[in-house]
């Protein structure tokens, strides 16, 4: 493995610095409208329903990486709260669809609020060229990591 340049990670660490001491102050700008009764995992089962509209419980397993049954632990918590409603499949009865309920749409509402302020708020002080040269930047960071996750190396 070849050396990492030391001038890199000092870079990287200060802007890995920068982006969570901006992410605490967003999150303390909106902390109203933060739903603070629902844990990281109902969030990530909550954005992955709120993403493809209805999924099934092996569905949300298969991308949360866990179990069919922690799903449907997940679900049941969530489904007391009204932010998840579940039905059966009409097509296939041994299946079950689960959505968004109530408290669930309205999550997403407050979370296109809060974004649609810090948009308004702090990007729109960026020019457009720098916003999209940030954007580009993520997208292939992303590209990198996902590759790098999946097995694949850059040699092949």
Sequence with gaps: MEKVNPE????????N???YAMNIMLVQAHES?????ITTKQTILLEFVHKHERLTV????????????AVSQIISKLEKAKYVSREINPHNRREIFVRLDKR???????????????IERFYSQLDFEEVVALKNTILKLKGIVEKELNGVSEEE
């Design 8 to 15: 890199l990670i000092r870079v990287v660490k200060e802007m």
């Design 17 to 19: 610095e920068a982006d």
């Design 33 to 37: 409208l933060f739903d603070s009764e």
């Design 58 to 69: 092996s569905e949300i397993a298969e991308r949360m990486k866990v179990s069919s049954s």
């Design 104 to 118: 669930g749409i309205e999550h997403f509402v407050k979370e296109e609020q809060m974004e649609r302020s810090i």
